[in-house]
């Protein structure tokens, strides 16, 4: 089974799958350029219900969060040397999270939720900036962070986790990783996807299946009642949510934090599991569920 999407540029494709195989493609012939067992190689630990990290490109390079022998990877797309390797002190694993690239103060790093806490690392080196120690999600660390900017992030996870506002603050050659606040799980968690950080508000799916909007000081501004959405992906395109439920059902909802209004909704999966992040191209869309995959045309109703 795959949870995550490839990370796809003119020239590469890069895969990891779901036994922690990272692997890089030819765009478009489909060649396989090179490929990279972490587990055999690196002593990475395949996480609970297989891998889930989407990877990441940036530049010259393919990033991912590995845990094991080193905590987070950077390889060179040409030909797959490792370009750098951050340490990893506490031993940490992999988990179902993805990178997030963020600047700032003018320095571009890599921001991972971990098994054992969130860290920051320098992109151009994986030289440690930061870890915090207080987010930490005993069954499963899934939703990637999201950055508010300014130096916040917005954590989030499920099995009662909840979901942390976390301050970053320039602090001699690094940086302080602080909490400004929590969210209790009846306000606001994400049990497998990761929230949508949208014209100065946030969306996501809260335990229960409701979607929800949130100022960013973690004020809910709305519900969607009785519609429930389950584990499935959501996104943000031209201005409008798609949210797709367990089943295969999928909504376009007005990305506005005033009120909840559906503006339609079609059955385009026939499940169960359509849980797998969707994927924009052009005026198509990807979407797949445990069996099967479909590409959408997406546009306005006649």
């Known amino acids: 089974m795959s949870r995550t999407i490839p990370a796809v540029t003119d020239r590469y494709v890069v895969t990891l799958g779901p036994k922690c195989h990272l692997s890089c493609m030819d765009a478009l012939t489909g060649k396989l350029l090179w490929q990279h ?13 297989y891998a889930g990290q989407c990877p990441l490109v940036d530049g010259p390079n393919a990033v991912v969060g590995t845990g094991g022998q080193a905590l987070m990877m950077a390889f060179r ?20 999270s993805s990178i997030l690239p963020i600047t700032l103060d003018g320095r571009k790093e890599y921001v991972w939720c971990a098994s054992g806490g969130v860290v920051g690392v320098d992109a151009a080196t994986g030289k440690q900036l930061w870890e915090n120690l207080e987010w930490v999600i005993n069954t499963a660390t899934v939703p990637s962070p999201v950055y508010l900017g300014g130096g916040r992030l917005f954590l989030s996870g499920g099995y009662n986790a909840g979901a942390m506002f976390l301050k970053l603050a320039k602090q001699g050659e690094g940086y302080s990783a602080t909490v400004e606040t929590r969210l209790q799980a009846s306000v606001f968690g994400s049990d497998q996807q990761t929230p949508v950080y ?29 519609d429930r959405f389950g584990l499935g992906p959501y996104l943000i395109w031209n201005g409008v949510i798609l949210a797709m439920s367990d089943s295969g059902t999928l909504s376009a909802i ?22 797998g992040p969707m994927a924009p191209a052009g005026t198509r869309l990807l979407v797949r569920d445990l069996t099967e995959m479909a590409c959408l045309e997406m546009g306005r109703a006649r």
């Open 198 to 226: 949208y014209r100065d508000h946030i969306y996501g799916v809260k335990p229960g299946g409701q979607m929800v909007c949130l100022d960013t000081t973690g004020r809910p501004l709305w519900n969607s009642g009785t």
């Open 254 to 275: 007005e990305a506005s934090p005033t009120t909840y209004r559906r503006l339609a909704q079609a059955k385009v999966l026939t499940g169960p599991e359509a849980w």
């Open 77 to 96: 797309l040409t030909d797959g040397k490792v370009v750098w390797q951050t340490p990893n002190p506490h031993g940490w694993v992999m988990t179902h």
């Open 37 to 49: 067992d972490l587990v055999a190689e690196y002593g990475v630990t395949v996480p609970e219900w």
